[in-house]
Protein backbone atom coordinates (compact mmCIF):
# COMPACT_ATOMS: atom_id res chain seq x y z
CA UNK A 1 0.00 0.00 0.00
CA UNK A 2 2.94 2.31 0.79
CA UNK A 3 4.17 1.98 -3.05
CA UNK A 4 0.52 2.78 -3.75
CA UNK A 5 0.83 6.49 -2.70
CA UNK A 6 4.04 6.48 -3.25
CA UNK A 7 3.46 5.88 -7.26
CA UNK A 8 0.45 8.78 -7.15
CA UNK A 9 2.57 11.34 -5.95
CA UNK A 10 5.65 10.82 -7.99
CA UNK A 11 3.39 10.31 -11.37
CA UNK A 12 1.40 13.26 -10.97
CA UNK A 13 4.09 14.68 -13.84
CA UNK A 14 3.00 11.77 -15.80
CA UNK A 15 -0.44 12.86 -15.70
CA UNK A 16 0.36 16.74 -16.71
CA UNK A 17 2.17 14.87 -19.67
CA UNK A 18 -0.54 12.19 -20.57
CA UNK A 19 -2.41 15.70 -21.14
CA UNK A 20 -0.26 16.95 -23.17
CA UNK A 21 -0.93 14.54 -26.21
CA UNK A 22 -3.13 16.09 -28.60
CA UNK A 23 -1.06 18.44 -28.99
CA UNK A 24 2.34 16.56 -29.15
CA UNK A 25 1.37 13.19 -30.92
CA UNK A 26 2.76 14.60 -33.98
CA UNK A 27 5.92 13.70 -35.83
CA UNK A 28 8.65 15.48 -38.00
CA UNK A 29 10.95 13.53 -39.07
CA UNK A 30 10.98 14.74 -42.64
CA UNK A 31 8.68 17.11 -45.02
CA UNK A 32 5.52 16.51 -46.31
CA UNK A 33 5.70 14.34 -48.86
CA UNK A 34 4.78 16.18 -52.50
CA UNK A 35 5.64 13.32 -55.18
CA UNK A 36 3.23 10.66 -53.88
CA UNK A 37 -0.31 11.26 -52.96
CA UNK A 38 -1.31 10.79 -50.01
CA UNK A 39 -3.58 8.16 -48.71
CA UNK A 40 -5.98 8.95 -45.84
CA UNK A 41 -8.44 7.73 -43.06
CA UNK A 42 -11.21 9.76 -41.02
CA UNK A 43 -12.71 7.62 -38.73
CA UNK A 44 -16.74 9.39 -37.31
CA UNK A 45 -18.31 7.81 -34.78
CA UNK A 46 -22.02 8.50 -33.31
CA UNK A 47 -23.00 6.97 -29.57
CA UNK A 48 -26.53 5.53 -28.58
CA UNK A 49 -27.61 3.95 -32.20
CA UNK A 50 -29.26 5.33 -35.26
CA UNK A 51 -33.48 5.02 -36.47
CA UNK A 52 -32.41 1.20 -37.89
CA UNK A 53 -35.28 -1.41 -39.64
CA UNK A 54 -34.46 -3.70 -42.75
CA UNK A 55 -38.32 -4.50 -42.73
CA UNK A 56 -40.00 -2.76 -45.43
CA UNK A 57 -43.68 -3.40 -43.44
CA UNK A 58 -42.04 -1.28 -41.08
CA UNK A 59 -44.17 2.06 -39.83
CA UNK A 60 -41.14 3.84 -39.97
CA UNK A 61 -39.29 1.99 -42.98
CA UNK A 62 -38.58 5.17 -45.01
CA UNK A 63 -36.90 6.78 -41.81
CA UNK A 64 -34.58 3.76 -41.77
CA UNK A 65 -31.18 4.82 -42.07
CA UNK A 66 -30.36 1.56 -44.07
CA UNK A 67 -30.86 1.91 -47.66
CA UNK A 68 -33.78 -0.45 -49.76
CA UNK A 69 -31.99 -2.49 -52.07
CA UNK A 70 -33.69 -2.07 -55.89
CA UNK A 71 -32.56 -4.05 -58.62
CA UNK A 72 -29.32 -4.40 -56.96
CA UNK A 73 -28.42 -0.59 -55.87
CA UNK A 74 -28.75 1.49 -52.58
CA UNK A 75 -31.64 3.69 -52.36
CA UNK A 76 -31.57 6.18 -49.69
CA UNK A 77 -34.53 6.82 -47.79
CA UNK A 78 -35.56 10.01 -45.58
CA UNK A 79 -32.89 10.83 -42.94
CA UNK A 80 -29.78 9.53 -45.14
CA UNK A 81 -31.27 11.11 -49.04
CA UNK A 82 -28.53 13.11 -49.07
CA UNK A 83 -25.87 9.99 -50.02
CA UNK A 84 -28.09 9.19 -52.91
CA UNK A 85 -26.27 10.93 -55.36
CA UNK A 86 -22.92 9.55 -53.82
CA UNK A 87 -23.88 6.04 -54.06
CA UNK A 88 -21.25 5.01 -56.46
CA UNK A 89 -18.87 6.19 -53.58
CA UNK A 90 -19.49 4.68 -50.60
CA UNK A 91 -20.91 1.36 -49.47
CA UNK A 92 -23.59 0.46 -46.16
CA UNK A 93 -22.59 -2.61 -43.96
CA UNK A 94 -24.84 -4.79 -41.89
CA UNK A 95 -23.86 -7.77 -39.62
CA UNK A 96 -20.63 -6.57 -38.55
CA UNK A 97 -19.42 -5.89 -34.97
CA UNK A 98 -16.46 -6.43 -32.39
CA UNK A 99 -17.08 -9.91 -30.51
CA UNK A 100 -15.35 -8.86 -27.69
CA UNK A 101 -17.96 -5.98 -26.73
CA UNK A 102 -21.28 -7.77 -27.45
CA UNK A 103 -21.93 -8.84 -23.66
CA UNK A 104 -20.10 -5.32 -22.58
CA UNK A 105 -21.65 -2.45 -20.89
CA UNK A 106 -24.38 -0.66 -23.33
CA UNK A 107 -22.97 2.24 -22.40
CA UNK A 108 -19.21 2.31 -22.77
CA UNK A 109 -18.99 0.44 -26.67
CA UNK A 110 -17.72 3.67 -27.93
CA UNK A 111 -14.55 3.04 -26.25
CA UNK A 112 -13.81 -0.33 -28.48
CA UNK A 113 -15.24 0.84 -32.04
CA UNK A 114 -11.63 1.83 -33.51
CA UNK A 115 -9.82 -0.88 -31.21
CA UNK A 116 -11.93 -3.81 -31.44
CA UNK A 117 -10.95 -4.10 -27.50
CA UNK A 118 -13.31 -4.63 -24.53
CA UNK A 119 -12.79 -1.12 -22.57
CA UNK A 120 -12.49 -3.09 -19.94
CA UNK A 121 -9.58 -5.42 -20.53
CA UNK A 122 -6.30 -5.21 -19.16
CA UNK A 123 -4.41 -4.50 -22.94
CA UNK A 124 -6.33 -2.35 -25.23
CA UNK A 125 -5.34 -2.43 -28.58
CA UNK A 126 -4.36 0.95 -30.52
CA UNK A 127 -6.98 2.44 -32.46
CA UNK A 128 -6.50 2.33 -36.50
CA UNK A 129 -5.89 5.62 -36.90
CA UNK A 130 -3.00 5.66 -34.40
CA UNK A 131 -1.59 2.25 -36.03
CA UNK A 132 -1.60 3.85 -39.65
CA UNK A 133 0.39 7.12 -38.13
CA UNK A 134 2.97 4.75 -36.98
CA UNK A 135 4.19 3.61 -40.39
CA UNK A 136 2.91 7.40 -41.88
CA UNK A 137 2.71 9.89 -39.29
CA UNK A 138 6.20 11.11 -39.85
CA UNK A 139 5.51 12.37 -43.44
CA UNK A 140 3.15 15.52 -42.71
CA UNK A 141 3.44 18.20 -39.29
CA UNK A 142 0.54 16.39 -37.20
CA UNK A 143 0.67 12.67 -37.44
CA UNK A 144 -2.86 12.38 -36.55
CA UNK A 145 -5.84 14.51 -35.67
CA UNK A 146 -8.14 13.67 -32.51
CA UNK A 147 -11.10 15.85 -32.48
CA UNK A 148 -14.32 15.46 -31.00
CA UNK A 149 -17.94 17.60 -29.93
CA UNK A 150 -17.43 17.20 -26.52
CA UNK A 151 -13.74 17.07 -26.03
CA UNK A 152 -11.21 15.54 -23.27
CA UNK A 153 -11.12 11.99 -22.46
CA UNK A 154 -14.44 11.04 -20.59
CA UNK A 155 -14.13 8.23 -18.45
CA UNK A 156 -13.28 4.56 -19.22
CA UNK A 157 -16.39 3.11 -20.56
CA UNK A 158 -17.93 6.54 -21.58
CA UNK A 159 -15.39 7.91 -24.14
CA UNK A 160 -14.83 11.51 -25.74
CA UNK A 161 -12.09 10.07 -27.93
CA UNK A 162 -12.03 7.61 -30.54
CA UNK A 163 -8.08 7.50 -30.15
CA UNK A 164 -6.20 5.09 -28.44
CA UNK A 165 -2.36 5.39 -29.12
CA UNK A 166 0.22 2.71 -28.80
CA UNK A 167 -0.14 1.73 -25.30
CA UNK A 168 -3.26 1.20 -25.77
CA UNK A 169 -4.17 5.07 -23.56
CA UNK A 170 -6.54 7.44 -24.26
CA UNK A 171 -5.58 10.13 -26.40
CA UNK A 172 -7.66 13.98 -25.18
CA UNK A 173 -10.34 14.86 -28.36
CA UNK A 174 -10.06 18.55 -29.12
CA UNK A 175 -13.08 20.78 -29.75
CA UNK A 176 -11.85 24.09 -29.57
CA UNK A 177 -12.48 25.26 -33.18
CA UNK A 178 -10.01 28.34 -32.47
CA UNK A 179 -7.06 26.48 -31.01
CA UNK A 180 -7.45 23.49 -33.63
CA UNK A 181 -6.56 26.78 -36.53
CA UNK A 182 -3.95 28.06 -34.60
CA UNK A 183 -2.24 24.98 -34.34
CA UNK A 184 -2.73 24.19 -38.34
CA UNK A 185 -2.81 26.86 -40.22
CA UNK A 186 -1.74 30.31 -38.13
CA UNK A 187 1.65 31.53 -38.54
CA UNK A 188 0.97 34.58 -36.53
CA UNK A 189 4.90 35.00 -34.68
CA UNK A 190 3.49 35.29 -31.19
CA UNK A 191 1.79 32.19 -31.64
CA UNK A 192 4.73 29.93 -33.25
CA UNK A 193 6.38 31.61 -30.53
CA UNK A 194 4.33 30.70 -27.26
CA UNK A 195 4.21 27.14 -29.33
CA UNK A 196 7.95 27.09 -29.12
CA UNK A 197 7.78 27.63 -25.72
CA UNK A 198 5.30 25.06 -24.89
CA UNK A 199 7.70 22.64 -26.33
CA UNK A 200 10.22 23.43 -24.17
CA UNK A 201 8.33 23.57 -21.12
CA UNK A 202 6.91 19.87 -21.68
CA UNK A 203 10.46 18.95 -22.43
CA UNK A 204 11.44 20.43 -19.00
CA UNK A 205 8.33 18.68 -17.33
CA UNK A 206 9.38 15.37 -19.47
CA UNK A 207 12.48 15.25 -18.05
CA UNK A 208 11.40 15.92 -14.42
CA UNK A 209 9.18 12.58 -15.39
CA UNK A 210 12.04 10.51 -16.13
CA UNK A 211 13.93 11.70 -12.85
CA UNK A 212 11.18 10.79 -10.81
CA UNK A 213 11.21 7.41 -12.10
CA UNK A 214 14.39 6.93 -11.69
CA UNK A 215 14.43 7.65 -8.45
CA UNK A 216 10.93 5.80 -7.89
CA UNK A 217 12.73 2.53 -9.58
CA UNK A 218 14.96 2.34 -6.84
CA UNK A 219 12.68 2.05 -4.09
CA UNK A 220 10.01 -0.57 -5.50
CA UNK A 221 10.11 -4.05 -6.75
CA UNK A 222 10.38 -6.00 -9.76
CA UNK A 223 6.80 -5.86 -10.87
CA UNK A 224 6.47 -2.02 -9.76
CA UNK A 225 9.41 -1.69 -12.14
CA UNK A 226 7.42 -3.62 -15.32
CA UNK A 227 4.50 -1.46 -14.47
CA UNK A 228 6.91 2.05 -14.67
CA UNK A 229 8.72 0.89 -17.26
CA UNK A 230 5.42 0.49 -19.57
CA UNK A 231 4.26 3.57 -18.55
CA UNK A 232 6.71 4.99 -19.27
CA UNK A 233 6.72 3.96 -23.13
CA UNK A 234 4.36 6.43 -23.64
CA UNK A 235 6.46 9.65 -21.98
CA UNK A 236 9.57 8.08 -24.52
CA UNK A 237 6.76 8.57 -27.45
CA UNK A 238 6.12 12.81 -26.23
CA UNK A 239 9.70 13.16 -25.99
CA UNK A 240 10.62 12.13 -29.20
CA UNK A 241 7.06 13.93 -30.72
CA UNK A 242 8.78 17.33 -28.77
CA UNK A 243 11.91 16.99 -30.36
CA UNK A 244 9.78 16.34 -34.05
CA UNK A 245 7.52 19.54 -33.11
CA UNK A 246 10.66 21.67 -32.51
CA UNK A 247 12.10 21.04 -35.85
CA UNK A 248 8.68 21.45 -37.43
CA UNK A 249 7.99 25.28 -35.17
CA UNK A 250 10.69 26.88 -37.37
CA UNK A 251 8.47 26.10 -40.86
CA UNK A 252 5.73 28.37 -41.34
CA UNK A 253 2.32 26.68 -41.30
CA UNK A 254 0.36 26.63 -44.86
CA UNK A 255 -1.74 29.66 -45.54
CA UNK A 256 -5.26 28.90 -45.90
CA UNK A 257 -8.52 30.31 -46.96
CA UNK A 258 -10.69 30.73 -43.55
CA UNK A 259 -13.98 31.98 -45.72
CA UNK A 260 -15.68 28.87 -44.88
CA UNK A 261 -14.56 28.94 -41.15
CA UNK A 262 -16.74 29.81 -38.38
CA UNK A 263 -14.54 29.61 -35.28
CA UNK A 264 -16.86 31.42 -32.95
CA UNK A 265 -19.47 29.00 -33.29
CA UNK A 266 -21.02 26.64 -30.46
CA UNK A 267 -23.43 23.65 -29.51
CA UNK A 268 -26.04 26.16 -29.92
CA UNK A 269 -25.85 26.31 -33.40
CA UNK A 270 -24.48 22.81 -34.12
CA UNK A 271 -24.45 22.40 -38.07
CA UNK A 272 -22.03 25.34 -38.07
CA UNK A 273 -19.69 24.22 -35.37
CA UNK A 274 -19.82 20.40 -37.40
CA UNK A 275 -19.55 21.94 -40.38
CA UNK A 276 -16.78 24.27 -39.52
CA UNK A 277 -15.21 21.07 -38.15
CA UNK A 278 -15.27 18.66 -41.73
CA UNK A 279 -14.06 21.81 -43.21
CA UNK A 280 -11.13 21.82 -40.76
CA UNK A 281 -10.24 18.43 -41.58
CA UNK A 282 -10.77 19.36 -45.24
CA UNK A 283 -8.05 22.01 -44.85
CA UNK A 284 -5.51 19.45 -42.81
CA UNK A 285 -6.09 16.53 -45.29
CA UNK A 286 -5.77 19.21 -48.63
CA UNK A 287 -2.30 20.90 -47.28
CA UNK A 288 -0.82 17.61 -46.13
CA UNK A 289 -0.97 18.45 -42.40
CA UNK A 290 -1.87 14.97 -41.86
CA UNK A 291 -3.36 12.09 -43.36
CA UNK A 292 -5.09 10.56 -40.63
CA UNK A 293 -8.50 11.75 -38.25
CA UNK A 294 -10.92 10.88 -35.89
CA UNK A 295 -13.70 13.08 -35.24
CA UNK A 296 -16.76 12.65 -32.20
CA UNK A 297 -19.67 13.54 -33.20
CA UNK A 298 -21.89 12.42 -30.50
CA UNK A 299 -20.62 10.35 -27.26
CA UNK A 300 -22.47 7.93 -24.69
CA UNK A 301 -22.08 10.76 -22.06
CA UNK A 302 -24.67 13.38 -20.64
CA UNK A 303 -22.66 16.54 -21.87
CA UNK A 304 -24.08 19.43 -24.10
CA UNK A 305 -24.16 17.71 -27.07
CA UNK A 306 -26.13 14.72 -25.67
CA UNK A 307 -28.63 17.67 -25.11
CA UNK A 308 -28.17 18.99 -29.02
CA UNK A 309 -31.49 17.42 -30.06
CA UNK A 310 -33.83 19.11 -27.83
CA UNK A 311 -31.98 22.75 -27.86
CA UNK A 312 -31.19 23.24 -30.70
CA UNK A 313 -32.81 20.92 -33.47
CA UNK A 314 -36.12 21.11 -31.24
CA UNK A 315 -36.66 17.68 -30.87
CA UNK A 316 -37.94 17.14 -27.44
CA UNK A 317 -35.63 15.26 -25.91
CA UNK A 318 -31.92 14.28 -25.27
CA UNK A 319 -29.57 11.92 -27.88
CA UNK A 320 -29.75 8.81 -25.52
CA UNK A 321 -33.79 9.59 -24.83
CA UNK A 322 -34.46 9.68 -28.63
CA UNK A 323 -32.53 6.59 -29.23
CA UNK A 324 -34.51 4.19 -26.55
CA UNK A 325 -38.29 5.55 -27.99
CA UNK A 326 -37.03 4.32 -31.20
CA UNK A 327 -35.90 1.00 -30.07
CA UNK A 328 -39.87 0.17 -30.36
CA UNK A 329 -41.92 0.06 -33.47
CA UNK A 330 -43.51 3.81 -33.29
CA UNK A 331 -43.59 5.78 -36.09
CA UNK A 332 -43.33 9.24 -34.35
CA UNK A 333 -40.22 7.93 -32.23
CA UNK A 334 -38.22 6.72 -35.18
CA UNK A 335 -39.03 9.78 -37.15
CA UNK A 336 -37.51 12.18 -34.75
CA UNK A 337 -34.28 9.81 -34.17
CA UNK A 338 -34.34 9.77 -38.00
CA UNK A 339 -34.50 13.40 -37.90
CA UNK A 340 -31.47 13.43 -35.78
CA UNK A 341 -29.80 10.26 -38.43
CA UNK A 342 -30.79 13.50 -40.78
CA UNK A 343 -28.96 15.72 -39.22
CA UNK A 344 -25.17 14.23 -39.18
CA UNK A 345 -25.87 13.10 -42.72
CA UNK A 346 -26.46 16.03 -44.60
CA UNK A 347 -23.62 17.31 -43.18
CA UNK A 348 -21.17 14.16 -43.65
CA UNK A 349 -22.75 14.56 -47.31
CA UNK A 350 -21.88 17.49 -47.60
CA UNK A 351 -18.09 17.12 -46.80
CA UNK A 352 -17.67 14.14 -48.90
CA UNK A 353 -19.22 16.14 -51.95
CA UNK A 354 -15.91 18.39 -51.08
CA UNK A 355 -13.61 15.56 -51.27
CA UNK A 356 -15.30 14.47 -54.46
CA UNK A 357 -15.27 17.77 -55.83
CA UNK A 358 -11.51 18.22 -55.44
CA UNK A 359 -9.08 17.25 -58.06
CA UNK A 360 -5.90 15.00 -56.85
CA UNK A 361 -4.07 12.84 -59.01
CA UNK A 362 -6.36 10.69 -61.72
CA UNK A 363 -9.38 11.44 -59.49
CA UNK A 364 -10.25 13.37 -56.28
CA UNK A 365 -9.13 13.87 -52.67
CA UNK A 366 -12.29 11.27 -52.08
CA UNK A 367 -10.60 8.47 -54.03
CA UNK A 368 -7.54 8.63 -52.26
CA UNK A 369 -9.38 8.88 -48.68
CA UNK A 370 -11.21 6.11 -46.64
CA UNK A 371 -14.13 7.66 -44.27
CA UNK A 372 -15.57 5.47 -42.18
CA UNK A 373 -19.18 6.50 -40.60
CA UNK A 374 -20.94 4.47 -38.20
CA UNK A 375 -22.04 3.04 -34.64
CA UNK A 376 -21.58 0.80 -31.89
CA UNK A 377 -25.12 0.44 -30.96
CA UNK A 378 -27.28 -1.02 -33.30
CA UNK A 379 -30.17 0.18 -30.90
CA UNK A 380 -30.10 1.62 -27.81
CA UNK A 381 -26.88 -0.43 -25.44
CA UNK A 382 -27.30 -3.06 -27.74
CA UNK A 383 -23.30 -3.91 -29.16
CA UNK A 384 -24.32 -6.14 -32.28
CA UNK A 385 -24.53 -5.74 -35.85
CA UNK A 386 -23.46 -2.10 -36.07
CA UNK A 387 -24.79 0.57 -38.40
CA UNK A 388 -21.37 1.28 -40.73
CA UNK A 389 -20.53 3.16 -43.67
CA UNK A 390 -17.61 3.39 -46.07
CA UNK A 391 -17.22 6.34 -48.10
CA UNK A 392 -14.20 6.99 -50.56
CA UNK A 393 -10.96 4.88 -51.32
CA UNK A 394 -11.37 4.29 -55.24
CA UNK A 395 -7.86 4.50 -55.57
CA UNK A 396 -6.86 2.79 -52.87
CA UNK A 397 -8.48 -0.35 -53.72
CA UNK A 398 -11.77 -0.02 -51.88
CA UNK A 399 -14.94 -1.42 -54.18
CA UNK A 400 -17.94 1.12 -53.39
CA UNK A 401 -21.78 1.23 -54.21
CA UNK A 402 -22.79 -1.97 -52.61
CA UNK A 403 -24.74 -3.04 -49.61
CA UNK A 404 -22.69 -5.61 -47.58
CA UNK A 405 -24.62 -8.34 -45.50
CA UNK A 406 -22.12 -9.69 -43.71
CA UNK A 407 -24.18 -11.45 -40.71
CA UNK A 408 -23.18 -15.24 -42.28
CA UNK A 409 -19.54 -14.24 -42.98
CA UNK A 410 -18.94 -14.58 -39.02
CA UNK A 411 -16.39 -11.96 -40.00
CA UNK A 412 -15.71 -9.29 -36.87
CA UNK A 413 -15.61 -5.68 -37.60
CA UNK A 414 -12.23 -6.09 -36.78
CA UNK A 415 -11.24 -7.11 -40.56
CA UNK A 416 -12.56 -4.54 -42.30
CA UNK A 417 -10.06 -2.20 -40.39
CA UNK A 418 -7.14 -4.77 -41.12
CA UNK A 419 -8.58 -4.35 -44.51
CA UNK A 420 -8.49 -0.31 -44.52
CA UNK A 421 -4.76 -0.11 -43.14
CA UNK A 422 -3.24 -2.33 -45.82
CA UNK A 423 -5.01 -0.73 -48.61
CA UNK A 424 -3.32 2.70 -46.89
CA UNK A 425 0.18 0.93 -47.01
CA UNK A 426 0.61 -0.05 -43.43
CA UNK A 427 2.17 -3.70 -43.31
CA UNK A 428 -0.02 -4.86 -40.44
CA UNK A 429 -1.34 -8.42 -40.84
CA UNK A 430 -3.86 -8.22 -38.22
CA UNK A 431 -5.89 -5.84 -36.22
CA UNK A 432 -6.93 -6.74 -32.80
CA UNK A 433 -9.19 -9.68 -33.28
CA UNK A 434 -8.89 -9.98 -36.96
CA UNK A 435 -9.84 -13.18 -38.74
CA UNK A 436 -8.05 -11.93 -41.83
CA UNK A 437 -8.43 -9.41 -45.04
CA UNK A 438 -12.06 -8.97 -46.32
CA UNK A 439 -11.91 -9.48 -49.60
CA UNK A 440 -15.49 -8.39 -50.13
CA UNK A 441 -14.54 -4.93 -50.02
CA UNK A 442 -11.78 -5.15 -52.43
CA UNK A 443 -11.82 -4.01 -56.28
Known amino acids: MKHASLNRRHFLYGTSVSMLLPHLDVQADEAPDSVNIPKRFLGLYVGHGLAITRKDDHPARDWSWYPRLVDGKMVFGKSTSAFQPLEKHLSVFYGLDHPQVNGSNGHSSADSFLTGSNPQAAVIHPSIDQVAAMTHGKNTRFNSLVLGNEGGLGIRGGSHTLSYNRSGRAMPSINDLELLYNQLFNSDPKIMQAEKDLYARNGDLVNRVFDSAKRLKRRVGINDNRKIDSYLQSVRDVERNIERMKKWSETPKPHVDTTDLSLKATVNEPDVFIETMYNLIYLAFKTDSTRFATYMLQTMGSGVWESMPKTALGLGVGHHLLAHNAAGTGLNAMQKLGTY ?103
Open 341 to 443: DKFHADLLAKFLHKLANTPEGNGSMLDNTIVLFGCSNSKTHVNRDYPLMLAGGADLGIRQGVFHEMKATGQPFSNLLLTCLQQLDVPAESFSDSTGVMKEILS
